[in-house]
């Protein structure tokens, strides 16, 4: 994850992901961040980026903050998803 918050230097951190999906993620940060921020991501598997921003603020912990963000449009891929097969009917 990298961003930066107003009046802060940017930032990078290996994040962890909670859950994923083609909207976004729930992440573990333990930078603070807002909502509204903006952040880009990476995926540590195909280098991919995508841009996203913070829309939900969740469990603080001692160290951590879980941050829920949003992609600006769809992207099963960024993460590697498959979509779920399409109901045929029975022969």
């Known amino acids: 994850v990298y961003g930066h918050g107003p009046n802060t230097e940017p930032f990078h951190e290996e994040a962890h992901t909670l ?25 540590g598997f195909t280098q991919q ?21 949003a992609f600006p449009q769809t992207n099963p891929l960024f993460w590697q998803i498959r979509t779920a097969p399409e109901n045929k009917p029975a022969a």
């Open 49 to 69: 980026e995508q841009d996203c921003q913070v829309v939900f603020l969740g469990t603080r912990r001692s160290r951590t903050i879980e941050a829920g963000v």
């Open 19 to 43: 859950h994923v999906n083609a909207n976004g993620a729930l992440l573990l940060l333990s930078v603070p961040v807002e909502k509204g921020q903006k952040l880009l991501l990476t995926n």
